[in-house]
């Protein structure tokens, strides 16, 4: 019994413990566990009303976005559409316009073509004309036919009206009335000298000349139109008596007495009365025609040197170098003529800021023209016969109305034909131009 009462004891002290000291932490325990279920349960019944919510959202984006899918569906079908359509407008545009591009290419393409085809046949044909030419002018008789049928041109051309001058000049009035009235007194005086006379007149005029340039202020007193001519003629005793002799005085005073426009024309009156004594000799002598040719054949000298030319014209050096040259290049050649190399000498001598060349060439002028003719530079491919200089030198002096003497120059490269230059008239019949002409109007 007492063993019953113990455990019933024992058994209520352990469930007056485990009520004291276990049921209430359990219970706190249990009613958190039961606040934790509940605050779960009522957080996933709020997530599953916001999941059916979001099912909801979700269905509604799906419907939204299938309309928006079709409705641009159909906004892509339609833009296809549009595009697809501009694009083969846009395409058969562009299509039309390579079309008309390439047919303008293909006619330009075409006409270049044709151009460079006909540059090439006319060069060609040129080329061919050329060689058939110089085979036909290898044979004399041929060459010289050229040069009758081109007379027989120039005889179609006769007459002209205006007749070139023989030996033109830039004198004003006063100066070109005072150069006559000195020349009027040299043809005077030739006459009455000898030939050696006539070379002494002309070697001192050339000193006095030289005497001028160096003195410009004696130059200008000379020929000053207020001064007496009494006077001038004194000073020209007084200067130069003694040292030239009576034929030059004479020139001189008569040179002193007139009028000039410019006191470079004095000077060059007394170069050219110089000139005159030189070509009166040769006349006289009968050397005029050798003079007058050994002259223009210079000239064609220096047209082919133009070192020389500027050599000859270098009037800042001595005088005398420059002569000096010119001898060494005369002596260079056969046959010169005296008087010929004198008249060059003092042309050379005296020049002054004018071209060799074309001192030169009015030297050859001056002395054709002393002769009454007028001269004709006439090139050939060969010489020419008696009969076709007697022919040409007809022909352009009815022409020209005035006796003409023809100076020939040989070229080879000329072919046929002849070309002649009077004055400033150029006649160019020759067969080379003419194929040169023929090459010129080819197209580019």
């Given at each position: 019994?007492?063993?019953?009462?113990?455990?019933?004891?024992?058994?209520?002290?352990?469930?007056?413990?485990?009520?004291?000291?276990?049921?209430?932490?359990?219970?706190?325990?249990?009613?958190?566990?039961?606040?934790?279920?509940?605050?779960?349960?009522?957080?996933?019944?709020?997530?599953?009303?916001?999941?059916?919510?979001?099912?909801?959202?979700?269905?509604?984006?799906?419907?939204?976005?299938?309309?928006?899918?079709?409705?641009?569906?159909?906004?892509?079908?339609?833009?296809?559409?549009?595009?697809?359509?501009?694009?083969?407008?846009?395409?058969?545009?562009?299509?039309?316009?390579?079309?008309?591009?390439?047919?303008?290419?293909?006619?330009?393409?075409?006409?270049?073509?044709?151009?460079?085809?006909?540059?090439?046949?006319g060069n060609e044909s040129?080329?061919?004309?050329?060689?058939?030419?110089?085979?036909?002018?290898?044979?004399?008789?041929?060459?010289?036919?050229?040069?009758?049928?081109?007379?027989?041109?120039?005889?179609?051309?006769?007459?002209?009206?205006?007749?070139?001058?023989?030996?033109?000049?830039?004198?004003?009035?006063?100066?070109?009335?005072?150069?006559?009235?000195?020349?009027?007194?040299?043809?005077?005086?030739?006459?009455?000298?000898?030939?050696?006379?006539?070379?002494?007149?002309?070697?001192?005029?050339?000193?006095?000349?030289?005497?001028?340039?160096?003195?410009?202020?004696?130059?200008?007193?000379?020929?000053?139109?207020?001064?007496?001519?009494?006077?001038?003629?004194?000073?020209?005793?007084?200067?130069?008596?003694?040292?030239?002799?009576?034929?030059?005085?004479?020139?001189?005073?008569?040179?002193?007495?007139?009028?000039?426009?410019?006191?470079?024309?004095?000077?060059?009156?007394?170069?050219?009365?110089?000139?005159?004594?030189?070509?009166?000799?040769?006349?006289?002598?009968?050397?005029a025609d050798d003079v007058?040719?050994?002259?223009?054949?210079?000239?064609?000298?220096?047209?082919?040197?133009?070192?020389?030319?500027?050599?000859?014209?270098?009037?800042?050096?001595?005088?005398?170098?420059r002569v000096a040259l010119?001898?060494?290049?005369?002596?260079?050649?056969?046959?010169?003529?005296?008087?010929?190399?004198?008249?060059?000498?003092?042309?050379?001598?005296?020049?002054?800021?004018?071209?060799?060349?074309?001192?030169?060439?009015?030297?050859?002028?001056?002395?054709?023209?002393?002769?009454?003719?007028?001269?004709?530079?006439?090139?050939?491919?060969?010489?020419?016969?008696?009969?076709?200089?007697?022919?040409?030198?007809?022909?352009?002096?009815?022409?020209?109305?005035?006796?003409?003497?023809?100076?020939?120059?040989?070229?080879?490269?000329?072919?046929?034909?002849?070309?002649?230059?009077?004055?400033?008239?150029?006649?160019?019949?020759?067969?080379?131009?003419?194929?040169?002409?023929?090459?010129?109007?080819?197209?580019?």
């Open positions: 019994m007492a063993t019953f009462i113990g455990q019933f004891i024992g058994f209520g002290v352990i469930v007056l413990i485990i009520v004291k000291f276990v049921v209430p932490p359990v219970r706190k325990l249990m009613r958190e566990r039961q606040e934790a279920v509940r605050t779960q349960l009522a957080e996933s019944a709020a997530a599953t009303r916001r999941l059916a919510a979001a099912d909801v959202f979700h269905a509604e984006r799906v419907a939204e976005g299938r309309v928006e899918a079709q409705h641009i569906v159909d906004e892509a079908t339609s833009d296809s559409v549009r595009i697809a359509e501009q694009l083969r407008v846009q395409g058969g545009i562009e299509a039309e316009r390579i079309k008309v591009y390439g047919g303008q290419q293909v006619l330009l393409l075409r006409s270049q073509m044709i151009r460079e085809l006909r540059g090439k046949l040129v080329r061919r004309a050329t060689e058939i030419v110089k085979e036909y002018v290898a044979d004399p008789a041929a060459q010289s036919a050229t040069v009758d049928r081109f007379l027989d041109e120039l005889e179609s051309m006769a007459p002209v009206e205006v007749a070139p001058e023989v030996s033109p000049t830039d004198l004003r009035p006063a100066s070109r009335d005072a150069q006559a009235t000195v020349v009027a007194r040299f043809d005077a005086l030739a006459p009455t000298l000898s030939g050696d006379d006539l070379s002494r007149l002309s070697a001192e005029l050339v000193a006095v000349d030289k005497v001028l340039l160096r003195e410009p202020v004696l130059a200008r007193h000379l020929t000053e139109a207020s001064g007496w001519a009494e006077a001038k003629q004194d000073l020209l005793g007084r200067l130069f008596a003694g040292q030239v002799g009576e034929p030059t005085l004479e020139v001189l005073r008569a040179a002193v007495s007139v009028r000039w426009s410019a006191t470079q024309d004095f000077i060059g009156c007394l170069e050219n009365v110089s000139r005159l004594s030189l070509l009166a000799r040769a006349e006289r002598e009968d050397q007058a040719e050994q002259l223009f054949r210079f000239g064609r000298v220096l047209e082919g040197q133009p070192r020389l030319i500027a050599l000859l014209g270098e009037y800042h050096e001595p005088p005398a170098g010119l001898r060494t290049v005369l002596d260079g050649a056969s046959g010169t003529n005296a008087i010929a190399a004198t008249l060059l000498a003092q042309t050379v001598e005296l020049l002054h800021g004018q071209r060799a060349d074309d001192a030169v060439e009015e030297l050859a002028q001056l002395a054709v023209s002393r002769q009454g003719e007028i001269v004709a530079q006439v090139s050939a491919a060969a010489d020419l016969s008696r009969d076709q200089r007697r022919r040409l030198a007809d022909v352009l002096t009815r022409i020209y109305r005035h006796p003409v003497s023809v100076h020939l120059t040989i070229d080879p490269d000329l072919l046929g034909g002849l070309a002649v230059a009077v004055g400033d008239d150029v006649i160019d019949g020759t067969l080379a131009a003419r194929l040169a002409e023929a090459a010129t109007k080819l197209p580019d």
